[in-house]
């Protein structure tokens, strides 16, 4: 709130300020963006590694409950689960035989 005038504030306006929040948001629980961004990646694969395996009949059961990761890309089909195989396969450099 504005001292002044009662106002809520409008943030920083310049680069400079813009910046200095923005290095002043980068840890939580003493993690980095960097951190983040990779727990979020990692989980994003384990969800979509859960579609593949229930695009493959190879679970029954409850699905993974909660929210989704900011990554995720559902795997629903058969068809989309070959494909994601395959990305995952070029991504680690493995030999995939259907």
Not at 25 to 31: D, G, Q, R, V
Not at 46 to 70: C, F, I, Q, S, Y
């Amino acid at each position: 709130m504005c001292d002044f005038h009662g106002g809520r504030s409008t943030g920083p306006r310049t680069e400079e300020g813009r910046q200095r929040i923005a290095d002043a948001k980068t840890t939580l629980a003493n993690e980095g963006r960097a951190t983040r961004k990779k727990r979020s990646e990692t989980s994003a694969h384990m969800r979509e590694l859960e579609d593949v395996a229930w695009a493959l009949n190879m679970m029954t059961g409850a699905r993974t409950r909660g929210r989704k990761p900011t990554a995720y890309r559902p795997v629903k089909t058969l068809k989309e689960a070959r494909l994601w195989i395959l990305k995952d396969a070029c991504r680690t450099h493995q030999k995939v035989k259907f």
